[in-house]
């Protein structure tokens, strides 16, 4: 599959124009005007960002500095002070959006909530109070782990309110993950709910916390508040836990927002990498709050009249930048959906859309795939002639279902933004804007005006036009990631080193392949690290190497992906036993559930192999490409010459 879709992509030639009545009204309506912002950007760059941060923000004070780069470090909008809850809440008070919704909630088993900006406001305002009743200051860290309600994005907006950094834990992930994040982070408090909804089944988050603060596990946890979502019987630790509705119902709504310094943190969102463990990566006020917002603005060309629906678990990047602070701080108003597709609702997705009239459409190419496979007849009994933008993120889109999704989604009416970008960017990198840039199925197009990118190899010397090299960002942008919290030598090496600094010009790695195509368009091929992306969540293979030997009968394990034509990947790890323990589909079963019980049913393996013997270089390192081309059948090819056995490669190819 993975090799049919790089043929289909290289052969790629089909070019869509934006269509004459999107771009008439579009924000940035033409290829000229595309161009004309980009070399502006790149002329003065600390202008082009210092003219927008005066537009598009509220600032408390303002910035001396716009940029202070000493590479790889970066500070943006030095001095200055604002606040992100008060840009994506207070002035949209006094801007005509008070009595318009902010936030409109669909719950998974057909109730549904929708606030106004004044309402979302006061619950804000009122939660705030709440933290700080609880002993929460500015500064102290909170997690939340919530399933995907409104209590989620309030959450994240009363934390921002009194400049408590925020890690969000996606809700899939397991009691242990949750546990080391909290660890990390030193969270003074978690926010949870009793329960929340999976695919026609209730998650208990309020035991996984439980199990992850048990034994005094996170010794910096003082209080857990616990939203009551499902209404089951949860066990409430006297004098730790609250309940949210009670400490809510008596809160005061009086609670300006705190003035923040640009570069205070805004929060940590912790992501894989190549190590076991996951990186929280950092991300501050000023330059994240202007670069959600203006990515949002310009990508999602959004209106006064949008209703956008961006499907991301609020878990994941894509549901911080995109559900709710780049839409919240452009007064649009964001949707929020706590169900998923499903074989008991395989059409509940265009039933939301029929019911709200969603304009923007924004998801991942997994979910793309899975409706082509339930076909087009659940779409067409569905009315979606509200929408008038689609877009993509989080893996690549195959030109099959880009084309789909055209055809079918957007009954070939809405241009598609195909959007890159990562944990790591804070917004959108690379991506056409609507109204302006012509698309090819399979592309990311262009960069955002201000992103310098480029293809290069690892001495970082650019490559040629089709050449597949080394995707990387020559430039400090605002929403880019400060550090990592607690280890700026690992940030300093993941992202800043791969690629040598030469003369003092620092590359940032991306961990991506790509190519650029004659045009200049990017077309991105996947990630050159031990990261695997299945259904667009981003795992580390070592995460679950870790979680297979921590079981008593692994010795050794080796996880890779295999291109897998739904989710683009998944995973197949190779397990070498400790002596006294045989294979078996018992054991295949046990481990794949220890997997699950460690990190989540995402991490869950898809094949397991039992061998001798991993293959590995003279020097003890594990040759994962051969894993690679075992796990998907194909010949072992390259030099394999340092490779200690050949024998253990038969073994493993069963
Ligand atoms: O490999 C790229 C892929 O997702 C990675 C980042 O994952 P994460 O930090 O979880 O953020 C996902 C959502 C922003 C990237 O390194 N990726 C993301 N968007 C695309 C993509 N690959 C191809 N095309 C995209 N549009």
């Given amino acids: 599959m993975l090799q049919a879709t790089i043929e289909s992509i290289l052969q790629e030639e089909r070019l869509f124009q934006p269509p004459a009545d999107f771009s008439q009204t579009a924000r940035i309506n033409s290829l000229e005007a595309y161009q004309r912002l980009y070399q502006q950007a790149i002329a003065d760059p600390e202008t082009f960002w210092a003219n927008l941060a005066a537009q598009e923000l509220h600032w408390f004070q303002k910035w001396e500095k716009v940029l202070d780069w000493q590479p790889p470090f970066a500070q943006w909008f030095v001095g200055g002070q604002l606040n992100m809850s008060y840009n994506c809440l207070d002035r949209h008070l006094t801007d005509g959006r008070r009595d318009k919704l902010a936030l409109i909630w669909e719950g998974e088993p057909g109730d549904g909530r929708t606030f106004t900006y004044a309402q979302l406001h006061q619950e804000v305002c009122q939660m705030a109070n709440v933290l700080k009743q609880l002993g929460v200051q500015k500064g102290d860290r909170v997690g939340i782990y919530l399933p995907m309600i409104p209590e989620a994005a309030i959450a994240m907006l009363a934390c921002a309110r009194i400049g408590a950094p925020h890690t969000v834990v996606f809700g899939g992930f397991s009691a242990e993950a949750l546990k080391s994040r909290l660890q990390d982070a030193q969270a003074k408090l978690v926010i949870t709910a009793d329960g929340g909804w999976r695919k026609d089944a209730i998650v208990p988050l309020k035991d996984q916390v439980d199990r992850a603060l048990a034994d005094q596990a996170v010794p910096s946890v003082q209080h857990v508040l616990v939203v009551q979502r499902t209404g089951q019987e949860v066990s409430m630790t006297p004098d730790r836990d609250r309940w949210w509705h009670e400490l809510q119902a008596t809160a005061s709504s009086d609670c300006p927002a705190e003035p923040m310094d640009s570069e205070d943190l805004l929060f940590i969102l912790y992501t894989s990498g190549t190590t076991g463990k996951p990186k929280g990566v950092v991300h501050t006020t000023g330059g994240y709050n202007l670069f959600s917002h203006i990515t949002a603005q310009w990508i999602f060309d959004i209106k006064d009249s949008d209703i956008l629906w961006c499907t991301a678990d609020v878990g994941w990047i894509t549901g911080h930048s995109y559900v709710v602070y780049g839409p919240l701080s452009n007064g649009a108003t964001t949707l929020m959906y706590e169900g998923a597709p499903r074989a008991s609702n395989p059409g509940c997705f265009w039933d939301v859309i029929e019911k709200y009239r969603v304009t923007i459409f924004y998801t991942a190419p997994t979910a793309i795939r899975s409706f082509i496979k339930t076909g087009e007849a659940v779409p067409a009994a569905r009315d979606l002639s509200s929408l008038r933008l689609l877009g993509s993120v989080g893996e690549p889109i195959n030109p099959s279902a880009w084309m789909w999704y055209y055809q079918v989604i957007g009954g070939e009416r809405c241009p598609i933004v195909d959007t ?15 109204g302006a840039i012509p698309t090819k199925p399979g592309s990311a197009t262009l960069p955002f005006p201000g992103i310098v990118a480029d293809v290069v190899d690892m001495e970082g010397n650019p490559v040629g036009a089709n050449q597949g090299g080394y995707l990387v960002i020559k430039q400090p942008w605002p929403g880019m990631l400060r550090t990592l919290y607690n280890s700026p030598d ?23 392949s790509a190519r650029k195509d004659s045009d200049g368009y990017y077309w991105i091929m996947g990630r050159v690290d031990d990261v695997i992306k299945i259904a667009g969540h981003r795992l580390g293979s070592a995460e679950i190497e870790s979680a297979l030997v921590a079981h008593e009968a692994v010795a050794e394990a080796a996880v890779v992906g295999r291109p897998e034509e739904s989710k683009g990947e998944e995973i197949v790890a ?20 220890h997997v699950v019980a460690t990190i989540g049913a995402i991490a869950r393996p898809s094949e397991i192999r039992f061998g001798d013997a ?41």
């Fill in 420 to 434: 890159w970008w990562q944990t790591e960017t804070g917004g959108i990198l690379i991506s056409p804007l609507p």
């Fill in 490 to 512: 690992r940030y300093r090496t993941t992202y800043w080193e791969p690629i040598p600094p030469k003369n003092g010009n620092y590359l940032y790695f991306t961990g991506d």
């Fill in 574 to 593: 190779f397990v070498i036993l400790e002596d006294g323990y045989v294979p078996s589909d018992a054991l295949v079963q046990e481990l794949k559930q």
């Fill in 614 to 654: 991993l293959p590995k270089t003279r020097s003890g390192k594990i040759m994962r490409r051969v894993l690679r081309a075992l796990a998907s059948g194909e010949t072992v090819a390259g030099d394999i010459s340092t490779l200690e056995d050949h024998n253990v490669l038969e073994q493993l190819r069963a």
